[in-house]
């Protein structure tokens, strides 16, 4: 049965999914959830693909009502879930029955929350994505009264042994904090800043309210290119560190463009890409050096992780019947309810 989601109050959200993967061929940002691992761990839970439309709420406030019973899950910075008004826990499934509200509130730690729904909801998409790009204008950002519909319906679950934890699905969390460490590489001009090249990690750097998806401004002490040759435009990665002046570090974010005509001092790792995406203004960034086999060697730990959990939950959801058995429109409400 089809339901859909009633955006009562819709702070600073949009619908995204991992990214527009074909967009930089097309001079594109890939754009797309900014804390990667936890919009996957988030439709895993749900037991959608990993690549499905998810809700991304940054910052504020937000709440909607469901008008058929569904099953979410809210990962992402420390904050508090309420479904119906009672409390419910992050990083696990939660059943939302029909005309209760979900609320997301007092994000702390970090910066941005995910919030995705068992069967997904509906979003338009551009070259296969339906991630926002504030450039030209697309996405699906959301307002009060907007209506998102959703595909499946999923009866309420609870536990039915002395309402213990059902869900208990062994991810180990991400860490959040207000001093977070994030690793990089060498970066293809890191010799043209000769020995004030160490300063990016000798100096503790403040995030800017400045920074957005774009990408992170950090005040603090400037490694200073020596050469005065003109660089040319050329493609840069997502998490290119550049040095475009001498008042602050540009960490370039998935919405970054794809040239760009500055130097490139360092490169951040995938995993430290998600830390980046939790950093809030007035928070601190010290930098620690990695290598590429260090980096990809943490990065696809990460993906085993996800991978297993997504076994956990298959699991879990035949066991009580969700999505693919029958019978399982039958189980018993959900405790608190």
């Known amino acids: ?22 967009g930089p ?17 988030a439709n895993i839970l749900t037991a959608n693909a990993d690549n499905a439309p998810l809700l991304e709420i940054t910052a504020l ?13 809210v990962t992402g910075a420390p904050l508090t879930l309420t479904v119906g008004g009672r409390e419910c826990p992050q990083w ?3 059943s939302v029955r029909a005309g209760e509200t979900v609320a997301v509130r007092r994000i702390t730690g970090g910066l941005r929350a995910y919030l995705a729904v068992h069967g997904s909801v509906e979003a338009p998409t551009l070259l296969g994505s339906c991630a ?12 009060e009264g907007t209506e998102l519909r959703t595909s499946q319906s999923v009866a309420p679950i609870r536990q039915p042994y002395y309402d213990l934890p059902l869900f208990r699905l062994g991810l180990t969390r991400p860490e959040f904090s207000s001093q977070a460490v994030v690793d990089v590489t060498d970066g293809p001009d890191v010799d043209e800043f000769g020995d004030t090249a160490e300063l990016l990690f000798n100096t503790e750097y403040t995030v800017s309210a400045r920074s957005n998806h774009i990408g992170l401004r950090l005040g603090g002490a400037l490694p200073e290119r020596q050469s005065t040759a003109e660089v040319l435009s050329r493609g840069v990665p997502v998490g290119a560190i550049e040095v475009p002046s001498r008042e602050e570090l540009l960490v370039l974010h998935r919405g970054r463009g794809v040239t760009a005509g500055y130097p ?12 980046l995406a939790q950093a809030r203004p007035g928070h601190t960034i010290t930098f620690r050096k990695t290598t590429v086999p260090d980096a990809t060697a943490k990065y696809r730990a990460a993906l085993r992780e996800l991978e297993n959990l ?11 019947g969700i999505g693919n058995q ?8 959900a405790a608190g309810t």
């Open 25 to 41: 061929r097309f001079g594109l940002p890939v754009n797309g959830a900014l804390d990667q691992f936890s919009a996957r761990a």
């Open 264 to 275: 490139v001092l360092a490169v951040v790792t995938s995993r430290s890409l998600d830390v």
């Open 310 to 320: 997504r076994s956990t939950v298959a699991t879990v959801f035949s066991l009580l």
């Open 92 to 94: 696990e499934p939660v």
């Open 326 to 333: 029958p019978g399982w429109s039958k189980l018993a409400p």
């Open 132 to 143: 926002p790009d504030t450039v030209i204008g697309f996405g699906l950002r959301l307002s």
């Open 1 to 22: 049965m089809t339901g859909s989601l009633i955006i009562q109050q819709p702070g600073n959200s949009v619908v995204t999914d991992l990214g527009r993967f074909r």
């Open 61 to 73: 406030d937000f709440r909607m009502r469901a008008t058929s019973d569904i099953l979410i899950a």
